[in-house]
């Protein structure tokens, strides 16, 4: 997750995302052009850290603080990296419970009413039909972008649109999906 720098951008193994815009203008499609990535939240899991309270973050630094920074088998650490690393300045970042049903998830994403703005919400490896539909309502009311993974076995834009026709991703204005990294 992250926005692509400029030096990145020319990467081969960037082209299939650059193409995948054009391909989406070419069929008539709606195409994002800017979001404001100025402040955003991350809800998952980590490796400890308060449950279901934002925590406004400055930098990566400040995230291995309070959430212990890298597991090999969670995500957060990995995406609020990359934010940093591609020029966010601030974000804000809920635990979510480690039980990990859709129940737990729901409250961490209720946690957020207490944050006054952000532009972007970020759900890193969290696929669950149940918890980005909840993701997107709330995205909607907070007049947010949401950023969700693709789904296992989603890799190509023809198996995103099956995913999203089938209830797999919601259906949304207000999101964007990331597709894993295809090489040539």
């Given at each position: 997750?992250g ?34 990535t ?61 039980d ?66 089938s ?13 894993p990294?295809?090489?040539?």
């Open positions: 997750m926005v692509v720098s400029s030096s990145l951008a020319e990467h081969p193994l960037f082209r299939f995302h650059r193409s995948m815009g054009e391909n989406a203008i070419a069929a008539g499609q709606r195409v994002i052009a800017c979001v404001g100025s402040t955003a939240v991350f809800i998952g899991s980590a490796v400890h850290g308060s449950v279901n309270q934002p925590v406004s973050i400055s930098g990566f630094a400040a995230f291995e603080q309070q959430f212990g920074g890298f597991a090999a088998d969670l995500e957060l650490g990995y995406a609020v990296q990359q934010f940093f690393l591609n020029g966010g300045s601030s974000a804000w970042v809920v635990r979510a419970d480690a990990g049903t859709d129940a737990a998830f729901r409250q961490s994403i209720r946690a957020l009413d207490s944050v006054d703005a952000f532009s972007l919400l970020a759900l890193p490896g969290i696929t669950a039909p149940a918890i980005l539909a909840a993701a997107a309502d709330y995205c909607r009311k907070r007049r947010a972008f949401l950023v969700v993974d693709s789904p296992p076995g989603a890799r190509t834009p023809s198996q995103m649109s099956a995913a999203i026709t209830g797999a991703i919601p259906s949304t204005s207000k999101g964007g999906r990331v597709l990294l295809a090489s040539d």
